[in-house]
């Protein structure tokens, strides 16, 4: 008897929306540059996000009731890494940054568009992982980036089955 009341709704789950951030930083210039051309991250990354996330468009439903659930899920800012060796005169000092993806998603009720939850999850590529990436010839020749787009997506997929479970939680 209890049952009935302690029982969780059982919830469609559309897609809303995704969208990846266009980045505006200056280091944007050094991790998409190669001697072969630029590599676009912006664009690897969003089909990234399609591949993840296959559900049905919320735009499709005409008629939405209290269990359809919409995702919106945008990555507002990612980074690839690399390491630059700035010098003022006679000091130097290394530069150095780490692949890192931010991904920030929100559950809301489909008929209200009232928002449920957000949440958001960093994942960055570890020290050792990094360093073990800076002293191998790609880093040395550069004639492709230090890390490119299959690194980011890893990130990406890592993060996204974070944020899953996280929602996954909250609702």
């Known amino acids: 008897m209890l049952k009935r009341f302690f029982k969780k709704k059982k919830f469609s789950l559309y897609l809303g929306s995704l969208a990846v951030a266009p980045r505006s ?10 001697a072969f051309g630029k590599e676009d991250l912006d664009s690897s990354l969003r089909a990234q996000l399609i591949e993840i996330f296959e559900l049905p468009l919320a735009s499709t439903i005409s008629q939405p009731t209290d269990t359809d659930l919409a995702l919106d899920v945008v990555v507002p800012e990612f980074q690839s890494g690399d390491i630059l060796d700035v010098a003022l005169g ?11 993806v931010d991904v920030a998603a929100r559950i809301y009720k489909l008929d209200t568009g009232k928002t449920i939850h957000t949440a958001s999850v960093t994942a960055k590529l570890g020290w050792k992982q990094y360093f073990s ?3 191998t010839w790609r880093a040395f020749i550069r004639l492709k980036p230090m890390f490119d787009s299959s690194d ?10 974070e944020l899953l479970s996280k929602l996954r939680k909250a609702v």
């Open 133 to 135: 990436r800076l002293f």
């Open 90 to 100: 006679d000091m130097g000092f290394p530069l150095a940054w780490r692949p890192k």
């Open 152 to 161: 980011l997506n890893l990130l990406l997929q890592r993060a996204c089955l």
């Open 25 to 34: 930083d200056f280091r944007r210039h050094f991790d998409e540059w190669s």
